[in-house]
C-alpha cells in the first residue's frame, strides 16, 4: 500500500522572509558584479533560486560557462544567513497548526521547493521549522520546478516511505506549485498567501484553493481524501 506523502512550498506559503532572499539576491550581485538592484524588476514567484540567478545574469550580460551561477549562488547563501535575521519575517498563518497535525497523525511531509537546499536550511532553521521534514526537493536537485516531484518521490523511498504521484498533495502560493503536481496527476492545494489569489489558483487548476492554512480543517479533510 502506498504512502500519501504530503509537500509543502517554503516562501509565501509556509513562511515570510521579510523579502530576506531578494535583497540577499541583489546585495550579492551588487557585491560580486558592482550593479545595484539586479533583480528589481523580475517576478521571481515560483521560480527556482537557479532560474532567478541565471535570468539576472543574462539581463546584465554576465552569463558564459565560467562559473558565475555557482559563484552567485555561493555568494547568495552568505548574504541569506545575514538577511534572514529581520524583524518582518513571519510563519504564514495557520503553519505551525497543520504541521503539527500531520506529524502528530504521521502523515509523511517534505518539501517541494525552487530554494536551493542550504537556503531551505538557512530561512527555516531560522522559525524552528526544519525538524518537520525529514527530506524533499529543491532547486540545487533540478532548476526546472516541474522536475522536482519525481526527485521528491525517489528521496523518499530511499528512507522507506514509498508512495506514487497519485498519493502526493503539492502545497504552494502559485501557478506553477500547481503545475507542477498536475503534469504528474498529483494532488494540488493552493494557498492565496502569496502574490496569486484564490481565484489565479482556482483557474491554474488546484483542487483545493484557500485563503491560507488557518482552514485548517477543510485542508486535513482533502488530504485525508486521498
Not at 509556509?14 to 538592484?37: M, T, V, Y
Request: net charge negative.
Amino acid at each position: 500500500m502506498s504512502n500519501k506523502l504530503v509537500l509543502f512550498d517554503i516562501d509565501e506559503t509556509l513562511i515570510d522572509s521579510g523579502k530576506a532572499g531578494s535583497r540577499a539576491l541583489n546585495s550579492a550581485f551588487h557585491e560580486l558584479f558592482g550593479i545595484r538592484d539586479a533583480f528589481r524588476d523580475m517576478k521571481m514567484a515560483g521560480m527556482t533560486d537557479i532560474q532567478i540567478m541565471k535570468e539576472g545574469l543574462m539581463t546584465h550580460g554576465l552569463l558564459s560557462d565560467s562559473g558565475e551561477v555557482e559563484v552567485l549562488m555561493y555568494k547568495y547563501l552568505d548574504h541569506l544567513s545575514l538577511e534572514i535575521n529581520n524583524p518582518w519575517k513571519h510563519v504564514k498563518p495557520g503553519v505551525l497548526e497543520i504541521l503539527d497535525t500531520l506529524t502528530w497523525d504521521a502523515v509523511p511531509i517534505g518539501l517541494l521547493t525552487g530554494n536551493l537546499e542550504a537556503g531551505a536550511d538557512i530561512k527555516l532553521a531560522s522559525f524552528d521549522l526544519r525538524k518537520y521534514f525529514s527530506d524533499g526537493a529543491f532547486g540545487s536537485d533540478h532548476e526546472d520546478r516541474n522536475m522536482l516531484l519525481p526527485i521528491a518521490v525517489k528521496k523518499f523511498s530511499q528512507i522507506g516511505i514509498n508512495t506514487t504521484y497519485e498519493k502526493c498533495v503539492v502545497i504552494g502560493d502559485t501557478p506553477r506549485d500547481v503545475m507542477c503536481a498536475k503534469i504528474y496527476n498529483a494532488h494540488s492545494i493552493g494557498v492565496a498567501t502569496g502574490p496569486y489569489s484564490k481565484a489565479d489558483l482556482e483557474e491554474a487548476g488546484a483542487d483545493l484553493f484557500l485563503e491560507n492554512l488557518a482552514d485548517k480543517d477543510v485542508c486535513l479533510e482533502y488530504i485525508n481524501s486521498i
